[in-house]
């Protein structure tokens, strides 16, 4: 199985703030990452496919990049919607796989 | 507007068995690939299985297969998992998902992710 390490696991951040978050694969996965936003009581919410690729009606200051091994999700200013779990995902090959996840909090 | 609400989530003692549904709207349900994802407390995400469009291919994760079962009915938009020999290591929140995909820039492949997830449906197995 691809195993998906998310760095770091939590971090605190003030609204205005950029926050990169990183997801390395334990083999390459071209370009088969996506990234999703979990908030409790909500449904989990698709970011950014594909690895670099915005989903439609999501803010732009959500980015994706990366291939192969690592990659990289960013929020370029943070805003107060955006405190919550964030993870990502290979679609590579079954199993599909998460990464353990990042809590963003606020500072 | 497209959505997928789970139902059946319940406290169970372990050994048991329990099915979960999702109904699907807003969306051509047979055209899809299907998933369930779920969330045990305080953990990560944990893929769970897939099934095609027409019920034809199913995948599993390692730590369901054997016990866990996944079906549709196209004709009543419905995804279903069928857990038998229920484990406290599969209390979880349990998500249904639709799949989505994508054609590659590259040769001809398709980009596959989730983009429609329900709010879930929490099984609790007790011992």
Redesign the interface.
Known sequence: DIQMTQSPSSLSASVGDRVTITCRASQSISRYLIWYQLKPGKAPKLLIYAASSLQSGVPSRFSGSGSGTDFTLTISSLQPEDFATYFCQQSHSTPWTFGQGTKVEIK | EVQ?VESGGVVIQTGGSLRLSCAASGFIFNDFTM?WVRQAPGK????VS?INWDGGTT????SVKGRFTISRDNSKNSLYLQMNSLGTEDTALY?C?KE?K?A?SVGYSY??????????TTVTVSS
């Not at chain 2, 980009?111 to 879930?120: I, S």
């Open positions: 997928l998933h990560g995400l944990e893929w897939l995948y599993y994760a390692d998500y998902a989505e994508v590659s980009y596959y992710y989730l983009d429609v997830w329900g709010k879930g």
